[in-house]
């Protein structure tokens, strides 16, 4: 095992040990690691099958093979970006409802004079 | 609106609005035998103590949510209580109350579904900054190309409401400018909107909405959402 597959595979690994970690102490939610789990998957199984990575980029015929898991990184980090905003959008909708509710539940509760 | 008369809920969004909306709680009650209420939308100023005293019905939300989300739940509080008509004025004193009966007549005659008080209809004395009026043209010409609505004033938000749009407007309504995406909803339930003319007043107290650096911001998003609306399903 040479330098780089060593370094690679020790900090794509702990990557995946540390979100297991956050899922198990539920600092995490389940449905938001899913993508995290799955990149840092990727990840450790690139740097271990070095010779995969070579043929997939070859195969989509990409010169280098690095410039390919640039490629992969990039949009494993739009993915979760997108997934956040959706989330966000989500959690906005929920507040103004409860925010609504709230108030319509104080005016019940005697807010009348 | 079988035979008794109509129930009447004004609803005033208000956000930092404690030096006008007092006094304008008062005048609308004593001209209108209607029910007032006002949605304070998160006000760190004394607009929930002001609007109560003047005796209000008061809804407070606990954070700031948008006029959108204001104006919404004054339309899901009269849903709940069986009003058959809303009229929506703004807190601030830019409305001329004494414009109300002209924005209910076609409604309580059965005419329209929603009519919309319109500061560009008949004589007017409203002078808008340059990039106000620009916005407004924008839009006017967005809202008749895109519903064939003949519409003067798309960003008003003095307007009523019968109880068709009151139920629809509880579960669905824009959140930032809800005016212009308003006109899509209507095109798409067929509901019959007219303009009527209206007095507007520049702003006496507090600070505008739109201020000029979100002007664009305003211009984007209302687009946006008004060509998303147009292919939005409602379930």
């Known amino acids: 095992m040479n330098r780089v597959t060593l370094f690679s595979t020790c900090a794509s690994a702990g990557f995946l040990l540390y979100i297991l970690e956050m899922v198990r102490r539920r600092k995490l939610r389940e449905e938001y690691s899913i993508l995290w789990l799955a990149g840092s998957v990727v990840i450790l199984l690139l740097s271990l099958k070095q010779d995969w990575l070579v043929r997939i980029a070859h195969a989509v015929g990409i010169a280098y093979p690095p410039s390919f898991l640039f490629l992969v990184g990039i949009l494993f980090i739009l993915l979760i970006l997108i997934h956040f905003s959706i989330a966000i959008s989500k959690l906005h909708q929920m507040n103004k409802k409860m925010a609504q509710e709230m108030a319509m539940l104080k005016e019940r509760l005697g807010g009348e004079p | 609106m079988e035979g008794t008369s109509p129930h009447i809920l004004l609803v005033l969004p208000a956000y930092q609005e404690e030096r006008s909306i007092g006094g304008l709680i008062r005048s609308l009650r004593e001209r209108y035998p ?6 304070n939308d998160g006000s760190t100023d004394r607009t929930s103590e002001s609007a109560r005293e003047a005796g209000a019905i ?6 700031n949510i948008g006029i959108g989300g204001a104006v919404q739940t004054g339309f899901q509080y009269a849903r709940n209580r069986g009003y058959d008509v809303v009229v929506r004025i703004d807190g601030d ?3 001329e109350v004494e414009d109300i009966p ?9 005419r329209a579904d929603a009519v919309i008080g319109s500061r560009f209809l008949g004589e007017t004395e409203y002078r808008g900054s340059i990039p106000r009026i620009f916005g407004i043209r924008f839009f006017r010409l967005l809202v008749n190309v895109t519903t064939g609505y003949r519409v003067t004033d798309p960003t008003s938000g003095f307007f009523a409401i019968n109880r068709s749009l009151i139920e629809f407007y509880s579960h669905h309504y824009p959140s ?3 005016e212009v995406d308003a006109y899509i ?3 798409r339930l067929k509901s019959r909107a007219v303009e009527v ?3 507007m007043y520049d702003r006496t107290e507090g600070k505008s909405s739109i201020t000029a650096f979100r002007a664009v911001y305003y211009m984007v998003k209302v687009t946006l959402s008004y060509l998303i609306n147009r292919i939005r399903r409602f379930g």
Do not use: F, T
């Open chain 2, 102 to 110: 002209k924005v209910l007549e076609p409604i309580l005659a059965g």
């Open chain 2, 58 to 63: 008061l809804l407070d939300l606990p954070c």
């Open chain 2, 93 to 95: 004193g830019q409305h």
């Open chain 2, 176 to 178: 930032d400018y809800p």
């Open chain 2, 34 to 39: 209607y029910d007032v209420l006002v949605v």
């Open chain 2, 185 to 187: 909803l209507m095109h």
């Open chain 2, 197 to 199: 003319p209206v007095r």
